[in-house]
């Protein structure tokens, strides 16, 4: 009951910052220099279709009653109509999104398996050989741009090995699966050196406590009290980490998908971009900000649920 | 104490020693001087290659490394590489340590004013900050510079405009524990204007941690500006820019696989240097 509480408290702290992000992509519109009908249009519009857009765009209107009108049509699940692809903004998303979060996940699932072995490796080796190369070799993948990865890794996997499709997601579960395996590791390989060092210093910690040389003592094997006994309780910290994470590296799926020419909301909002499709950027900006927020929900959520310590008031 | 000295005349020497090799760290000098290369590389860009970087030569275009007047060969339009190479390293050098400034400068101010005053002040600063770090890095910089059109400026404005928020959490922490300290309380009972409380006596001693910060910054705003680059968002062409290059490149990944990996290489070898002296510097400052 606490719990469910805790979790109902935290939604609606989050009002005030989707109110604050609802206002953030209102006035990205309004960054655009010049008058934005005339902008969009382009050179060669004539005033009457100017001036009609403008009428369209509510731009006539004052600026708090434009806000209110935006965020009105928000709050019914209108983004607006995109005029380069004549179709609502919302479809465009509905179609793209799915993409995005697969993308996140398998993202997350080979960031877990690179990380959590290496980072249980290093510790239970403290100071070892393993534990230095484990530590030195993120600091060098640290300035590795994640298109850049991606492509080194197509090169490789995809087209001189030919293990993996090159771009796209074909069609059908088995050609997506296929289509997310690079795009996930790439991913992984970009998030990974962060997690593996807060999972590595939290693990240090827990096998420095008590509890630990106690169950040494019992004579549990060292692999039990490493995997059973150290683990559990590092991952708690871990999962905050993680979560941080998650909300940079949606970012990043933009660039990734944009790589492997993923059609997720990250590459549709590149091609909105450069059509201009100023309505559609909008809206993914607004989606990938509320993502962002759901996953942070999401960590709190597990963070409580995992350690009994977090104050739930 | 000169008992001390008399008993083991040796330590005030190994003391010394010690005290220097705290000053100078391995990370901190490793980095420095790969940086230093790379700076010195950067500048001496017309000593060092005698070819335009913007001149093209559809005859000899895509020649392969080593090829003769073309160390690191041509790309699709017959421009020299390694010229393309040194000239892209003095625009995102430049744009990535610019943009970190901005941000570090606007950060500190404002997190100084939402720690010192708290209140209602402190409560609408962390909510701006709460809605600004709820945007992914990335998507609300191509945003804003989509919204303000291509170009530097547009590129510094929006980095500082999502930037700030990090160092304006950090000096605000610092802020909380310093405003309890004796000299900052000194400083309110002598009755000096709070402007100069706080610029003269405060942030001197809490913008180290910034500082620090902004040296990891500078790796990831880099990475910022090369994305931007590959995006087709960054510096607008034909400026030579690292990111633009591996995205030209990408084309012609199969044939020409080095016309992707040698910007991509210098990216890391850069992003490398940072983050060592980011590191050194986390070092330094923890002793």
Not at chain 1, 219 to 245: F, P, Q, Y
Not at chain 2, 99 to 128: K, N, Q, T
């Amino acid at each position: 009951m606490r719990y469910l509480v805790y979790i109902l408290k935290r939604v609606v702290s989050l009002i005030p910052v989707l109110i604050g992000i609802s206002f953030i992509v209102f006035f990205l519109i309004r960054l655009i220099p010049g008058d934005p009908a005339a902008t969009l249009l382009g050179v060669h519009a004539t005033p009457q279709a100017v001036k009609e857009l403008r009428e369209q765009m509510g731009l006539e209107d004052s600026l708090p009653s434009q806000y209110l009108t935006f965020l009105g049509h928000l709050l019914q699940g209108n983004l607006g109509y995109s005029y380069v692809y004549s179709s609502s903004v919302v479809d465009l998303i509905t179609v793209s999104l799915p993409v995005t979060i697969w993308l996140l996940i398998s993202g997350t699932v080979f960031t877990l398996l690179i990380a959590v072995p290496l980072a249980v490796l290093a510790a239970a080796r403290r100071n070892g050989v393993v534990d230095n190369i484990i530590r030195a070799v993120p600091v060098v993948g640290l300035g590795m741009p994640a298109f850049w990865l991606g492509i080194m890794l197509i090169l490789v996997f995809g087209l001189k090995l030919g293990w993996f499709p090159v771009a796209g997601y074909g069609t059908g579960v088995v050609d997506h699966l296929r289509g997310i395996v690079l795009p996930g590791i790439t991913i992984a390989l970009t998030l990974s050196p962060i997690l593996i060092r807060s999972l590595r210093a939290s693990m240090v910690d827990v096998l420095g406590s008590d509890y630990i040389v106690t169950a040494h003592s019992k004579g549990i094997s060292t692999a039990r009290v490493v995997l059973g006994h150290a683990l559990r309780n590092a991952a708690v910290s871990s999962v905050t980490v993680l979560g941080v994470n998650i909300a940079y590296l949606t970012g990043s799926t933009l660039v990734v998908e944009r790589v492997f020419s993923l059609p997720g909301i990250g590459q549709q909002m590149i091609n909105s971009i450069l059509g201009r499709d100023f309505p559609t950027v909008q809206g993914i900006t607004l989606v990938f900000a509320i993502m962002v927020v759901v996953v942070n929900l999401l960590t709190d959520v597990t963070h409580a649920a995992l350690d009994p310590r977090v104050k739930l008031a | 104490m000169s008992a001390a000295t008399t008993i083991a005349p040796a330590l005030p020497a190994s003391g010394n020693r010690r005290r220097r090799r705290g000053r100078w760290n391995a990370p901190l000098v490793a980095g420095l001087i790969l940086f230093g290369l790379i700076v010195a590389c950067a500048l001496c860009a017309p000593l060092l290659t005698s070819q335009d970087p913007l001149k093209q030569d559809l005859a000899n275009a895509f020649l392969a490394p080593g090829a003769k007047g073309h160390l690191l060969g041509t790309d699709e339009l017959g421009r020299d590489v390694l010229a393309r190479l040194l000239y892209g390293a003095r625009v995102d050098l430049r744009v990535g340590v610019l943009a970190v400034i901005s941000p570090l400068i606007l950060g500190s101010l404002i997190g100084l004013i939402a720690g010192w005053f708290g209140g209602w002040i402190d409560a609408v600063i962390g909510r701006i900050v709460d809605i600004v770090i709820a945007f992914p890095f990335l998507v609300l910089v191509i945003a804003l510079v989509f919204a303000m059109g291509p170009g530097t400026t547009s590129i510094y404005t929006a980095i500082t405009l999502v930037g700030w928020v990090a160092y304006c959490r950090i000096v605000r922490g610092q802020v909380l524990v310093a405003k309890e300290q004796e000299y900052a309380m000194a400083a309110r009972a002598s009755g000096l204007p709070t402007w100069r409380i706080l610029l003269r006596h405060l942030l001197p001693n809490v913008v180290l941690q910034a500082v620090v910060f902004s040296m990891s910054d500078i790796v990831l705003t880099l990475l910022a500006i090369v994305t931007l680059g590959f995006l087709g968002l960054g510096v607008p062409p034909p400026t030579p820019d690292w990111g633009t290059m591996i995205q030209e490149g990408q084309q012609f990944i199969l044939d020409k696989w080095y016309m992707s990996t040698i910007p991509g290489l210098a990216i890391i070898i850069t992003g490398l240097a940072l983050a060592l002296i980011a590191d050194g510097i986390v070092e330094k400052a923890n002793q």
